[in-house]
């Protein structure tokens, strides 16, 4: 059970601008960096954000991260038909022995 | 870009064990901070193993600690990942996933990821 909530689904038409927020806690996301991945299915995992706010090299720069406090957000600017897929945000919890966790998954819809 | 490859996956019976193996093509593992994540059919991503360049530090998921070893084989440029008392919750595609650089010897960003190899538990 994931302790990174994601809201389950997002959309919006081509062009638009479409936010996925990810809420935590003072022990993943309040005290160590965000990271995002991009999942369209059958496919592997694409890393899309990292550090909060820091795109890899070759992501559009469409993409872009925030974290403001134990909340943080993934957003999607001049959104194309090939961003549809699932994202999901990360980080590290600092509880127990410490343990890296995904958020619960957005999938993302363009319509 | 590193090409990550997993291989192992296959049916095993509950109780049962299963090694999987991952290696990097044109690439030395030696000096790459690895992890493991499975994804359960239909479901989302799950981070089940860190391991460190040396293999000298290990973090692990609850729900496979005490059940699942990652070690891995610098010489043989491999990473391993053995699963005993497997479970029929077990079932998954399993990845293996690069560290990004710049770690706190611990998962951080996986900016690397393997095709995945299916394990289905089940009687």
């Known amino acids: 059970q994931s302790v990174l909530t994601q809201p389950p689904s997002a959309s919006g038409t081509p062009g638009q601008r479409v936010t996925v927020s990810c809420s935590g806690s003072?022990?993943?996301?309040?005290?160590?960096?965000v990271s995002w991945y991009q999942q369209v299915p059958g496919t592997a995992p694409k890393l899309l954000i990292s550090?909060?706010?820091q795109r890899p090299s070759g992501v559009p720069d469409r993409f872009s991260g925030s974290k403001s406090g134990t909340s943080a957000s993934l957003a999607i600017s001049g959104l194309q038909s090939e961003d549809e897929a699932d994202y999901y945000c990360a980080a590290w919890d600092d509880s127990l022995s410490g343990f890296y966790v995904f958020g619960t998954g957005t999938k993302v819809t363009v319509l | 870009e590193v090409q990550l490859v997993e291989s192992g996956g296959g049916l095993a019976q509950p109780g049962g064990s299963l090694r999987l193996s991952c290696t990097a093509s044109e690439f030395s593992l030696r000096t790459l901070e690895m992890n493991w994540v499975r994804q359960a059919p239909g479901k989302g991503l799950e981070w089940i193993s860190y391991i460190s360049t040396s293999g000298s530090t290990l973090f692990y998921a609850d729900s496979v600690k005490g059940r699942f070893t990652t070690s891995r084989d610098n010489a043989k440029n491999s990473l391993y990942l053995e699963m005993d008392s497997l479970r029929v919750e077990d079932t998954a595609i399993y990845y293996c996933?690069?560290?990004?650089?710049?770690?706190?010897?611990?998962?951080?960003?996986?900016?690397?990821w393997g095709q995945g190899t299916p394990v289905t538990v089940s009687s």
């Open positions: 550090t909060n706010d």
């Open positions: 996933a690069k560290n990004l650089p710049g770690s706190k010897w611990r998962p951080y960003s996986f900016d690397s």
């Open positions: 003072s022990s993943n996301i309040g005290s160590n960096s």
